[in-house]
């Protein structure tokens, strides 16, 4: 196979602590690639008025793979503050890049599983008939990417052409009386082929990997049309896959089910929004933060990124805390989405080994405050993290 190119993109805050420490992983686990530095973030809004530059989606486009860091977004009136004076009044408007990078390469699955690793004083633990318990969590998130709520297609004060079209639903009728501007309204826009295209993989992924079970988590018995054609495309992939089991819950009961029978799930999905949700409470079983990795993956490109922020608050330390694991198991994604299997499984095998053995913890799995001297109290730096995982390979 010829030598992949990866788009790194540190992008903003940690995003540029921990991308590298990614890399360093790479290298030893003798993944063999070119890298390129692609532009995106908060400094390129400020200078330019694009956080996501055109040549950086021309990296992506020749390359079609890319490591992503993290990016720092702010609301509207403290973008436009910050835009370069010589920018100002010129119409831009700052639209976070991330979201324009899924957008703009229809990278309509976002996958996130969440495992819990051997050792990890993060994990989800029960109180059960005989005393404690900690189920092993091993749930795969297949979240719809790019439509759902997050279309964008929203108004507060809508225009009254839409206002008229909206009164043809008789269930407007309730509005009546509420004038345009005291509303806002914001469209959850379902297509079948989306619809179609996502739970098709995610079966596919459940009998690929030995998963028994898909759940589509929605909640169709009041968002009736999305959730609907969610459910009815999932029933078809089912007759596609009949080895696998297909479940249909309430994103409600499910958040509720989470930490009642978490070990019960294998693949998940869900639209945008409830995906989102689920994916962060899955996260929360199994880590937090600092564990939850991501691949954004579409027909001709794919991005992988861990699922926090920029965490702008720890980004200037002198000694970077924060956990670098979330980065390093996002980057074993995009091994794995290359063919490398057996590297992206050496590495995860060097993580399980590091959290079996418990002497190596950043300050999260220490139930830390992120203060700068969570070093001096014990608590593992992000390089010494990837040390200790460097040392296991
Ligand atoms: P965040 O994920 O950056 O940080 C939230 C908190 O989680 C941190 O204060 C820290 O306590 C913890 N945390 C995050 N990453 C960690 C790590 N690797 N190790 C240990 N602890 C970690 O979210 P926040 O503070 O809501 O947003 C900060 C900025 O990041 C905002 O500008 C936001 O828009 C942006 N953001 C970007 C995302 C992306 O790049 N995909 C996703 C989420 C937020
Ligand atoms: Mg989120």
């Known amino acids: 196979m010829a030598t992949p190119t990866i788009v790194m993109m540190p992008g903003d805050g940690i995003g540029q602590t921990v991308l590298p420490e990614a890399q360093r992983v790479l290298d030893k686990v003798g993944f063999s690639a070119n890298y390129v530095h692609g532009d995106i973030g908060w400094e390129f809004w400020c200078k330019e008025g694009n956080a996501l530059p055109q040549r950086t989606i021309d990296l992506l486009t020749e390359h079609e793979v890319g490591l992503f860091g993290a990016i720092t977004s702010k609301p509207k009136e403290e973008a436009a503050a910050e835009l370069d004076p010589s920018l100002a009044d010129q119409g831009y408007v700052y639209y976070s890049p991330i979201v324009g990078l899924r957008q703009h390469f229809n990278l309509q699955l976002c996958v996130r599983p969440c495992r819990t690793f051997a050792g990890n004083p993060l994990n989800f633990i029960r109180r059960g008939v005989d005393g404690i318990e900690e189920p092993p969590v091993d749930v795969v998130i297949f979240r719809q990417n790019t439509e759902g709520l997050y279309a964008g297609v929203e108004w507060t004060n809508p225009p ?234």
């Open 160 to 393: 009254d052409e839409v206002r008229t079209a909206l009164e043809t639903h008789v269930k407007m009728g309730a509005y009546r009386n509420t004038p345009s501007e005291d509303l806002a309204i914001s469209c959850r826009i379902f297509t079948r082929a989306a619809c179609r295209y996502i739970t098709e993989a995610a079966f596919a992924y459940a009998e690929k990997h030995g998963y028994q079970s898909v759940t589509i988590c929605e909640k169709p018995n009041v968002i009736r049309e999305t959730s609907g054609m969610m459910n009815a495309a999932a029933r078809e992939a089912k007759e596609r896959h009949p080895g696998i089991d297909l479940w249909l819950t309430n994103i409600d009961a499910q958040m509720m089910w989470l930490t009642k029978n978490p070990e019960d799930y294998g693949v998940i999905v869900a639209g945008n929004m409830f995906g989102d949700i689920i994916s962060d409470g899955f996260a929360g079983l199994t880590g937090g933060l600092g564990f939850a990795c991501s691949a954004n993956v579409g027909e001709t490109c794919a991005v992988f990124e861990p699922t926090h922020g920029s965490a702008p608050k720890y980004a200037d330390y002198e000694t970077s805390i924060v956990n670098p694991i979330a980065m390093i198991l996002s980057a074993a994604m995009m091994l794995d989405h290359l063919g490398e299997t057996s590297m992206a499984g050496a590495i995860r095998t060097a993580i399980s080994a590091v959290l079996k053995d418990g002497r190596t913890k950043t300050y999260d799995m220490m139930k830390m405050t992120g203060r700068a001297d969570v070093v001096t109290r014990g608590a593992a730096s992000t390089s010494r993290m990837t040390d200790a995982i460097l040392e296991r390979l």
